[in-house]
């Protein structure tokens, strides 16, 4: 978005700052506003297709301390650690760093790691992308056959926004930090996006199907709306 100054010289807006920015321009949008996305990681500016460029410049010129702050109290991002507790399906698993064990796996609550520590992050998080293949493609199965439908596969994404999604072909596609989090949170997700199978909307009718599969959806929901910023932490 380039803005000419009364000196002639132009510039970018979005490249304008010393922090990520983004923005968005809609006629749909009535007015001013900033806020911080916690998964990009950046400031999201909104304004109306016709707002003078100088001024939007000048808005968040004017609000450089707000954001500086916002930016600098977010949460550092993490990697998974030798010794540490993660939530693996609803169930409470700590990593255990071994360079002798080979590939990872899991023995009771303890999940077993090897090969040299510095690939260590990304050997966990491999290992939770096909397992939650495989462990979301059986629950998806499992509730689609209770509403009469069918699904044609399940895809584990790294998404920076999106939780799931449901294609209009039946193929459901789940954010790998979903495992992460509690089991009432993993249920109510998938049978969120199983829902879509069968309401390709957010109607009555299918919040209705959404409960229908999984009653205690409100818990999962709330703890989701609540803490989710803090699944993608992880990198």
């Known amino acids: ?17 010393d922090f990520p920015l983004t923005i968005k321009s809609d006629f749909k949008v009535r007015r001013l506003s ?21 001024k939007a410049f000048d808005f968040i010129q004017a609000h450089i301390d707000w ?12 990697n998974f650690e030798d010794g540490e507790k993660i939530s693996l399906f609803g169930k409470r698993v700590t990593i255990f760093h071994r360079p002798d064990c ?30 939650a293949k495989k462990e979301f493609l059986k629950r998806s199965i499992l509730l689609a056959d209770k509403i009469g439908c069918k699904i044609t596969g399940v895809s584990i994404k790294d998404t920076k926004s999106r939780w799931g999604s ?18 009432e949170v993993i249920e109510y997700l998938i049978a ?38 803090d699944l993608y932490l992880y990198r």
């Not at 978005?1 to 700052?17: A, C, P, Q, R, V």
């Open 166 to 183: 449901c294609s209009t072909l039946n193929h459901i596609n789940y954010n790998w930090r979903i495992a992460l989090a509690p089991h």
């Open 102 to 131: 080979g590939a990872p796996h899991l023995i009771d609550s303890t999940l077993f790691v090897g090969g040299e520590k510095e690939f260590l992050h990304r050997r966990v998080k491999d290992y939770i992308k096909r397992e």
């Open 67 to 78: 954001i500086e702050e916002k930016l600098a109290h977010l949460p550092k991002l993490k």
């Open 1 to 17: 978005m380039k803005i000419t100054l009364l000196t002639g010289k132009t510039f970018d807006l979005e490249n304008s700052f």
């Open 192 to 229: 969120h996006e199983v829902a879509h199978l069968k309401h390709l909307d957010h109607s009555t009718a299918f919040w209705k199907t959404v409960k229908t599969l999984y009653p205690g959806c409100s818990i999962g929901k709330t703890w989701l709306e609540k803490n989710g910023n």
């Open 34 to 54: 900033l806020r911080i996305d916690h998964q990009k990681r950046c400031v999201i500016f909104s304004m109306p297709k016709w707002y003078p460029k100088k």
